[in-house]
């Protein structure tokens, strides 16, 4: 099946510094990916969807500055968290979407920022 | 803009029993409605999902029903085991808004062995 790989699973990083996570398919071709924000206990808040070879499109309140998505080919979307703060400590995830209806999501990435 | 509300926020039951697990949307041109378990510390998997044009969907233990008419969808686990334990999100999702899903806010089912 369509098997979508995020890494890194964890990581902790200083304040003001910049983290990358990384979202590949890796046995089918992803012209869109969507990243996701999600809090203790919540929902699935998205943040953005992206196109491979275009700029990405984010949701309202979402910084496009400090959230910086690439999605350079059909296999790899990449999320930078930039100058993050502790109030961006969250778990990020990513889908592909995989026909007209379905996405697969990758397994989540944990950030602490201390 | 589409809007999805889960109920309940929580649910234990016995092992061996049912559970049920409801969504109402309010876009009537939402087609697609997947259903994900999502265990703690890792990303939500696709468990079932149904389109506007079935009523019904069953795989083993676990179904969704849906109502196009009253614009709500339902997940019922029969025989439910303590691995059933997980939080679920339910989701809906139209032709438009670029493909876009909206989630509720999810479930988190306890099955007590």
């Known amino acids: 099946g369509a098997v979508v790989s995020q890494h890194p699973s964890r990581v902790i990083c200083k304040s003001g510094t910049s983290v990358k996570i990384e979202c590949r398919s890796l046995?089918?071709?992803?012209?869109?990916m969507f990243w996701y924000r999600q809090f203790p206990k919540q929902s699935l808040m998205l943040m953005a969807t992206?196109?491979?070879?275009?700029?990405?499109?984010?949701e309202q309140g979402v910084e496009k500055d400090k959230f910086l998505i690439n999605h350079a080919s059909l296999t790899l979307s990449t999320l930078t968290v930039t100058s993050a703060h502790p109030e961006d400590s969250s778990f990020y995830i990513c889908?592909?979407?995989?026909?007209?209806?379905?996405?697969?999501f990758g397994s989540g990435t944990r950030l602490t920022v201390v | 803009g589409e809007n999805v509300e889960q109920h309940p926020s929580t649910l234990s039951v016995q092992e061996g029993d049912s559970a049920v697990i409801k969504c109402t949307y309010s876009?009537?041109?939402?087609?697609?409605f997947p259903w994900y378990k999502q265990e703690l510390g890792k990303g939500p998997q696709l468990i079932i999902d149904?389109?506007?044009?079935?009523g019904e969907k069953k795989d083993q233990r676990i179904a969704v029903t849906l109502n196009k008419t009253a614009k709500h969808f339902s997940l019922h686990i029969t025989e439910t085991q303590p691995e059933d334990s997980a939080v679920y999100f339910c989701?809906?999702?139209?032709?438009?808004?670029?493909?876009?899903?909206?989630f509720g806010d999810g479930t988190t089912l306890t099955v007590k062995p």
């Open positions: 046995d089918f071709q992803a012209t869109t």
């Open positions: 992206s196109n491979e070879g275009s700029k990405a499109t984010y």
């Open positions: 989701a809906a999702k139209g032709n438009t808004n670029a493909g876009k899903s909206t």
């Open positions: 149904i389109r506007s044009n079935v």
């Open positions: 889908s592909a979407s995989i026909s007209d209806y379905g996405y697969t």
């Open positions: 876009d009537s041109a939402s087609n697609y």
